[in-house]
């Protein structure tokens, strides 16, 4: 993507950053140059390989018996559903790379093809442990509990009979199955779909006896049934849909036999292949897109590990799959179905507490009038800590207020039946100029947007679709409202999407202000997405990708050099990935320069710490909890002038050169010294925080000699939140 002047002239990065005003100084002087070569492979770990160590850390939770047995259970599925999420990314977007000979190295110095071998090893690994975690550990103890789920051969004469007629009356009526001959090609399989390979003797009807059939299941059926107690017994009883249509197969093959019935399933390509550069309409693009993204190239196969070499090969010649790419599983191919047992009624004891997220006092003195309260001062929320109902009912008072003329609102996420949605359909009807940019491409929510932005439309909502070629991933809704002669601004800024959902399961900010220069940059900055016109001068906000990446870079420079200096420096810095190179180099410098440096990365971290000479002041580590830590959040010392940023945007390339994101100061003591509290909090985790080793390795935290064990989340959890008394 160029940008180009008014005469129609590419711009360098230097003159287009020199268009957009910085909000931080410039460092007072250059850092001396350092022998060492910081562009040295050796420097960088594997962003794939590092996104695998996080999803292995994931699956360690199940593992942890702090937890209740079913959030145990969660975990293990979390991960299966941020496999299939690599396959259908990253690794496809691997072998399209050797595919089309186009492999590049990669900062760490390895060609594509060498990633996915090293990948699949790793893989291999991680799925038989996923597997015998389930049958060794959690299927046990949850028999025990009285979750039981029921192989074919424990079932009994009197589940047996329950099972076929269950079979004849709910299954065989919609399956269709597929016997494999010249007329009956092998059929197009759906991305990650259920289906049955079946070996079959004898001839049929019409004599033909190709031996091979295929069994899809639809995704009408659902992967477990519950077994009534009237035939199970006491207790929650379940069977596989695989179990029952393995069992009564020979049902749907009249006259033949089926010698054999295996499950599998196949991960395709889900990755989107729109240019929006390229299209008049991007939504309509997107809806033809998204159907074709069903069938895209396969990546991988899963089958279970009964099945015999001859078929496993038969499958893996169909899908132009090489064997390391097959996948022999101990149990159901997709586990993820299994999600609505961990909300089982009837288990509290095996499920975490519920809980009530408080609401600030600031907010509850004049909560029927949020104007007022933040004319006055600014509120910073911790989700799910403290509620995300302020931010509903920050946009419903504006959408139901006679005197707020209009309202701007970026959507990313924003869930099912969202009350967000509901504030801006209102506020449209009510006569409000309400206007929303939605992006369309947010991975696997693209359907939903392009239903939201149907319905957006219809309620007289202006939309738009952001910018072409770059993902609108800022997290902002700005309100104008008159107040006497004068027209004010109030604001909401975000870490996390306008999701009701995941702010209950993740860690994330949400700023409320009226500051009228942080307004009136927001204003700028919908201006430029919703029209068009050249970058403006910004008082507060950065944003990427014209000003948040140079501004982060000078900042840690000016740590570097104080440090240089002989002074104190230090930078904290929180977010859920860090794989820009130009960030971990500015990283490393600051190092070398002797700032003491601590980053809280969740998942994939391509920085090496620990390496002497040039990151031994560096220190990472990842929490793994009950909530998804997804809050970013930016501290520099600066000389005893702290500064503390919050912001939607990751340290990656993607975030920072090819999306508009936003970061916004935090200002005041008290704000400040809070959230570098909470910063400090994190540090100090010895429970559920890992520690990321120069190898790429990491290992867990414990507490060492008379340490207390702390838990940030823990801690935070018990500060901010109340307990839900049962009657």
Not at 103 to 123: A, M
Not at 171 to 199: A, M, Q, R, W
Not at 654 to 682: A, H, Q, W
Request: contains cysteine; aromatic residues 8%; charged residues 25%.
């Amino acid at each position: 993507m160029t940008i180009k002047d008014n005469k129609n002239q590419e711009l360098t990065e230097k003159e287009v950053i020199s268009m957009v005003d910085g909000v931080v100084e410039q460092p007072p002087t250059e850092l001396e140059d350092n022998p060492i070569n910081l562009d040295d492979y050796s420097l960088y770990l594997n962003r794939e390989f590092s996104l695998l160590e996080f999803n292995s850390r994931v699956l360690e939770q199940s593992l942890d018996e702090s937890y209740p047995l079913l959030e145990r259970l969660k975990f293990l599925l979390i991960f299966s559903g941020n496999l299939d999420e690599f396959f259908e990314i990253r690794v496809s977007g691997l072998k399209k790379q050797v595919k089309f000979s186009r492999e590049q190295v990669g900062d760490d110095g390895l060609l594509p093809h060498q990633v996915l071998e090293h990948v699949n090893t790793v893989v291999h690994d991680l799925v038989a442990r996923q597997y015998h975690i389930l049958n060794e550990v959690l299927l046990p103890a949850l028999a025990e509990q009285n979750i039981r789920f029921i192989r074919r051969r424990n079932w009994n004469t009197k589940l047996k009979a329950w099972a076929r007629k269950f079979f004849k009356e709910e299954i065989e009526p919609i399956v269709s199955p597929i016997g494999l001959d010249p007329t009956h090609p092998f059929p197009l399989l759906v991305n990650k779909s259920l289906n049955f390979i079946v070996e079959l003797e004898g001839t049929d009807l019409f004599g033909r006896s190709s031996g091979l059939a295929i069994i899809p299941a639809p995704r009408s059926l659902p992967r477990i049934v519950r077994v009534p107690e009237s035939v199970g017994g006491s207790g929650d009883n379940f069977v596989f849909l695989s179990s029952l249509i393995h069992a009564y197969a020979d049902d749907l093959f009249q006259g033949m036999q089926v010698k054999g019935c295996y499950q599998f399933r196949l991960t395709r390509n889900a990755d989107l292949s729109v240019d929006a550069e390229d299209v008049d309409d991007l939504a309509r693009a997107l809806k033809g897109e998204l159907f074709s993204r069903r069938y895209g190239d396969a990546v991988r196969l899963e089958v279970v590990d009964a099945c015999p070499a001859h078929l496993t090969d038969y499958l893996c010649d169909q899908f132009h799959l090489p064997k390391n790419e097959l996948y022999l599983v101990d149990g159901p191919v997709n586990l993820t179905r299994l999600f609505r047992i961990t909300e089982l009624e009837g288990h509290t004891e095996l499920q975490h507490k519920p809980f009530l997220s408080i609401i600030p006092r600031t907010l509850q003195r004049k909560k029927d009038n949020f104007f007022a309260t933040l004319s006055r001062t600014d509120v910073l929320l911790l989700h799910p800590f403290e509620s995300f109902t302020p931010v509903i009912d920050f946009i419903k008072q504006a959408a139901k207020d006679p005197n707020v003329l209009a309202i701007k609102q970026t959507l990313y996420r924003t869930g099912a039946n969202s009350e967000v949605v509901d504030g801006l359909v209102e506020a449209a009807r009510n006569g409000k100029e309400v206007t929303a940019v939605i992006e369309l491409r947010a991975r696997f929510d693209e359907e939903s947007n392009l239903q939201l932005a149907s319905r957006l439309q219809e309620a007289g909502v202006i939309v738009t679709y952001g910018v072409v070629s770059f993902k609108t991933h800022a997290k902002m809704c700005l309100i104008l409202r008159r107040e006497g002669a004068e027209l004010k601004r109030y604001a909401h800024l975000g870490t996390g999407n306008y999701h009701a959902g995941n702010a209950k399961l993740y860690t994330d900010y949400s700023l409320l202000t009226a500051d009228v220069a942080l307004c009136e940059d927001m204003h700028k900055l919908f201006v430029q997405l919703i029209g068009m016109g050249k970058t403006q001068r910004m008082k507060k906000l950065l944003y990427s990708p014209f000003t948040l990446k140079k501004n982060l870079l000078d900042m840690i420079n000016r740590e570097a050099v104080i440090a240089a200096h002989g002074e104190q420096a230090r930078i904290i810095i929180k977010v859920n990935g860090l794989t820009d190179a130009k960030m971990i180099k500015a990283l490393y410098k600051a190092s070398q320069a002797g700032v003491k440096i601590d980053l809280i990365v969740r998942g994939k971290c391509c920085l090496r710490p620990g390496v002497p000479g040039v990151s031994q002041n560096i220190q990472v580590r990842s929490i793994i909890g009950r909530f998804l830590e997804h809050s970013r959040v930016f501290y520099f010392l600066n000389g005893g002038e702290e500064k503390i940023y919050l912001s939607s945007a990751d340290w990656m390339e993607r975030n920072l050169d090819m999306r508009v994101e936003t970061c916004f100061p935090i200002e005041g003591k008290r704000l400040i010294s809070r959230v570098k509290k909470e910063l400090e909090l994190y540090l100090s985790d010895n429970t559920h925080s890992w520690i990321l080793q120069s190898d790429g390795s990491y290992i867990r935290s414990k507490p060492v000699g008379n340490q207390i064990p702390r838990s940030a989340q823990q801690i935070l959890f018990e500060q901010l939140t109340k307990p839900v008394h049962s009657h």
